[in-house]
């Protein structure tokens, strides 16, 4: 199993190489939920560094375009040297069409979110001869592994981090204020959350970029206590350290890297970055329930 990590600047790359075997990168024109919008140049920086460390790097066209947009991406990619990147994150489906046109569909991991719950949805992709796919972040270990002893290609999953659980394409918090005559101060910052009214002690991250806006889990999803099982089926495993930076991502990386917990640095980033880790969904099933 393999460890991916994002980044927020590339001057880090190298001592988090010491614990990451690949990074994922990407500008927000074409990827969303990103630590750094990347721009070209120092996206071909990124590669440069990484291939001289001997690790991956994958780039994140996470978002879902409409048409014009899917013309601007066909444009994009021609203008980098994809064949160099170790893999392509998408999710949606018209990517996928334009980089298989490319012949480079063996690039593709697809990430749809929700969607992979099951062996398959999970595996339907395969005759594509796509590289592989994100199992969805909302299952249990138990349903993982199962997925993960019949998979047919890559497992991609989400090991620690903030999860999404709401987006809508449009930028909510623009829209309020543009409804309150009032300026935007909010838009791509890092470090704001919404209070809910019924839970009132457990405020919720929220961002608003270029691709909508998003609200996430208030804890932090840790597998550090799954990682005997999880390196059995699991190919890359996903360090997301969206909301905090680069010293956060060296101590978390170095716990999965090492497969061992420490307590006292848990404590220490917990205090330091004021937030709480639990096990996500691991051993909790979603459960849909009918009002009335």
Known sequence: MKLLSTIYDLGNLKKLSVFA???????DDFGTRLTKSYTNEEILEALKI????????????NQIFNDDQLVIFESWIDKLPISEFTGIVVADLGAYRILENSGLSDLVIYNPETLLTNVYDFNFLSEFHIQGVYVAKEIT??????????KKYKMFMVGHGHLNMFYSKRQLIDNFTDFTASKNPYHNRQDIKIIEENRKDDPYPILEDK?????????????LNHLAELKEFVDY???????????????????????KEDLNLINGIQKVYQETWDEGFIYKKTIYKHKG
């Open 237 to 259: 495993l996903v360090i997301d350290t969206l909301f905090k930076d680069d010293d956060y991502a060296v101590s978390v990386l170095e716990m999965y890297k090492n497969e």
């Open 50 to 61: 990484t291939k001289s460390l001997n690790k991956s790097l994958f780039l994140i066209c």
């Open 141 to 150: 270990l138990e349903d993982a592994k199962y997925i993960g002893k019949n």
């Open 21 to 27: 075997d690949g990074f994922l990168i990407g500008n």
């Open 211 to 223: 691709a909508g806006t998003h609200v996430f889990r208030s804890q932090v999803l840790s597998s």
